[in-house]
């Protein structure tokens, strides 16, 4: 499978996460080996979704998939949108790559990479139908809030990505960072708030998400329509 390029072009920034994975089992190194050539992507290469799909259809993006339970929900229950994931962690692409062999999904492309590089070097402008970003890492400490991923310049960054009438899809439970998410959304004229249960594909609950409530986590969820 590819690697990530120790080395960038891109202008160096603070990242959002911290390369910290637990070992691969020996079933998800399996899969980053054998299934990553069929599912896989890599950065360098400009996406042309006629070329890595097999069929024409919306393209969806999930960006921080996790294990990719989300993902795999969405992929088999609506099967008329193609899917595009980036997860930065090793173990959570190959647990994806089992759930999709499995499953015989085929409408699922993955990129194991830095989804700002991504966004950057491999995605068109206009190209996402929605991009969904489901509970972000919410570097809770005040002197961490730099890290967070929903910046506003992300934020414009993910614009550019979406059609006119595209959707961004946020969810977090933590309040601070709902704050924080629309305060960075706001400062961006090209994206409106609109109404969240409209949201087709519906958001599949998580494994995260419900732990998060049982915990007593109040789980937010904004929409945002590209003008």
Excluded at 29 to 50: K, S
Excluded at 112 to 124: F, K, P, R, S
Excluded at 176 to 204: E, K, Q
């Amino acid at each position: 499978m590819a690697e990530i390029p120790a080395t960038s072009q891109l202008k160096r920034r603070i990242r959002s996460f911290v390369r910290r994975e637990g070992r691969l089992t020996p079933a998800q190194q399996r899969a980053l080996d054998v299934l990553w050539p069929r599912y896989g992507l890599t950065p360098e290469i400009p996406l042309q979704p006629q070329a890595v799909y097999p069929g024409s259809a919306p393209l969806i993006l999930e960006i921080g998939f996790g294990n990719g339970e989300s993902l795999v929900q969405m992929a088999a229950t609506y099967p008329q949108f193609n899917y595009l994931g980036i997860e930065v962690h090793r173990p959570g692409v190959g647990h994806l790559l089992l759930e999709l062999e499995k499953r015989g999904l085929d409408n699922v492309r993955v990129y194991c990479a830095d989804a700002v590089e991504v966004l950057e070097t491999a995605i068109g402008a206009e190209l996402c139908q929605r991009i969904n970003i489901f509970f972000p890492d919410p570097w809770p400490k005040k002197r961490h809030h730099k890290r967070r991923l929903i910046q506003p310049a992300f934020v414009a960054l993910l614009a550019e990505k979406l059609q006119p009438g595209g959707i961004l899809h946020l969810a977090t439970d933590w309040p601070d960072y709902a704050r924080h998410m629309r305060a960075a959304v706001a400062t961006c004229p090209r994206l409106v708030s609109t109404d969240v249960t409209a949201r087709i594909p519906p958001r599949p609950q998580t494994k995260y998400e419900r732990r998060g409530r049982r915990l007593g986590h109040p789980v937010t969820d904004l929409a945002y329509r590209r003008l």
